[in-house]
């Protein structure tokens, strides 16, 4: 196990050490939730401040023409970067929720003898929710959600689009993607890769492994800030086959023509429904800047130090590690099953190590390389074992269980 010594000494030679005083993270705290929601970059406080008060305060009306109807393509395209995808490829729009379901709807409507969407049991809920609510939208549709060992026979030649989350919300799994790709190809099957817990944490190159569709949000690794609007990514060779079936006159080829009839935009922008959210954007873009200046090479080694720091505290602990030790096979997080893992996250919580819990029995840590130090993470094993050692988490306050875990 790292002593503090040798933690303090990695810190010291870290390529990206200086990235952590360009956020404002509060005192005390050990933010290990990061793959949850970001912490907020000092340059996105001052773009939401700027954004509100010069912008919004006195150009008013003008600001639309001043930057804020081009920002759904412009932070898209710098989120292309951070995913192997074209400029010309991403846009930020609406929720993850709601980019999956127009994207899986586009699916389905393109090819009419394809009425089958595949996707993992365990997947995250959202993905099968909404998955249920397409299928329900489009005649003859179904969801068919399989265990993961069981998706490669579960495609076939029905299967219109396969929807996989490609780096697991609970154990940190990840998906080689240009190898699934390939299955969903080799059944006549589009794919669609939720990139919620990949985008800024691993390297992700949508372009190489071929894939069609991709959607993720912006509040956990791009550090966007709380509910920041989402992104979809349409491999250019389907942008103009695929339609938005949210089709609203902000994806209207031509908005101010005030037309009764809805026409397509071409390109990415028909993916917008409605009035892009401003404010949101401002911190979004901000957070993304951030993250296009670190060498995602140095992130995802670093990623891998951090998790074998905490996989080694936990293994002395005797804690049950469910996420993968391979590095090219996890995400940026490391889990631990524990049947009181709801009250040691919420005791851990109480001395400024934050991390969270995913029922039913998972205490979930994310490594977040941008401002994590190796330091970090050997205090915070320290508190976890003076929690464990004096039973500090059978605490009946930590059994309170509150609407957000
Ligand atoms: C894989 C995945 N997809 C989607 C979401 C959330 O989607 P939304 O921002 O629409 O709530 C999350 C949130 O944690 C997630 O982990």
Redesign the pocket.
Known sequence: MMTLDEARARDAADPLRGFRERFALPEGVIYLDGN?LGPLPRAAAAAAEDCVGRQWGERLIRGWNEGWIDAPARIGGKIARLIGAGADEVIVAD????N?FKAIVAALRLDPARRTVVSELGN?P??LHIAQGAVGCVEGARLKAVPRDRLADALDGDTAVLVL?HVH?KTAERFDMAAWTQRAHAAGALVLW?L??SAGAVPVDLGAAGADLAVG?G??YLNGGPGAP?YLHVARRWQAALGNPLSGWMGHAAPFAMEDRYRPAPGMARWLAGTPPVLGMAALEAGVDLMLEADMAAVAAKSAALFDAMAAIGDALGLECVSPRDPAARGSHISFRHREAHQLCQALIAEGVIGDFRDPDILRLGLTPLYLGFADVVRAGDILAAILREGRHRDPRFAVRRAVT
């Open positions: 949850s929720s993850t929720t709601v999956l995250f959202t993905d989350t919300y939720d919620s817990h949000c509040y956990k989402a």
